[in-house]
């Protein structure tokens, strides 16, 4: 039951994501207006407003003018709905969900700009470290000095990367990694390094394909690989933390 309505909500909160993806970028308000058609301006009606359904329902197609509606739509939905269920599954105590439901609300957006704008909104940052900060502090106040550590740790990381290859890593990424702390404490560990395998198995790709000269200078944003890192660290971050700790520290 518990993981259900964690889908239903999740699904409820992609749309608004949708939302975010949409307007924060273009510095519009994620209040108003209304919903609407971008084409013809219509408002979008509650009853075709319906997370994953109404999209299913209209076929992919606003009700006035016909204009198709990206699948992105209805795809974010079901990711956030499953991703958040799953969160609910995995974990018992609720300072673990409450953590990892609200990470993956924030990294979701987060990567998705950054894969069509090339920016991570320092809104989106700022929010995650603050609802992070304050899930800690009220649920799990013993675990938050490993949070803020680990924090460091993971922005600090990225931080010397950025000033040694400014090409290849920006200040949001940054930013991300170090918010990305706060919510996963020592699991951001394998999250980043899931993150930089992502990231340099993509390169070998485009440089095969592209040549070596092209392939250099073909520019990959990195938030959406940090995000992949974080999204798997909410699942598998705690046992591969675990497994090292066990087989090289022991």
């Known amino acids: 039951m518990e993981a259900t309505f964690a889908g239903v909500l999740g699904a409820v909160f992609g749309s608004f994501l949708n939302v975010v993806v949409h307007r924060l970028p273009r510095h519009e308000s994620l209040a108003t207006p209304a919903s609407h058609c971008p084409k013809c301006g219509t408002p979008v009606k509650p009853y075709d407003n319906i997370p994953i359904l109404s999209w299913l329902l209209l076929r992919g197609h606003c009700r006035s003018c016909g204009a198709p509606i990206s699948a992105r739509y209805p795809l974010v939905e079901a990711l956030t709905a499953a991703l958040c269920a799953g969160a609910v599954l995995t974990y018992s105590s609720a300072a673990a969900i409450a953590l990892s439901v609200t990470l993956i609300l924030v990294i979701v957006p987060a990567a998705l700009i950054d894969l069509e704008h090339r920016i991570i909104p320092n809104q989106i940052t700022a929010l995650g470290a603050v609802l992070a900060l304050a ?82 200078k073909t520019a990959v944003p990195f938030g959406p690989f940090l995000a992949l890192g974080a999204l798997l660290a909410v699942f598998l971050g705690n046992q591969m933390v675990a497994v090292y700790v066990n087989h090289f520290l022991n």
């Open 135 to 216: 899930i800690g502090l009220a649920l799990d106040p013993a675990g938050e000095p490993e949070r803020l550590i680990a924090a460091a740790g993971a922005g600090g990381f990225l931080l010397i990367a950025a000033l040694a290859y400014p090409g290849g890593m920006g200040m949001g990424d940054v930013k991300l990694a170090g918010m990305m702390g706060l919510f996963l404490g020592a699991a951001v560990a394998p999250a980043l390094l899931i993150a930089l395998l992502a990231g340099v198995a993509l390169g070998v790709v485009v440089i095969a394909r592209k040549g070596a000269q092209a392939g250099r």
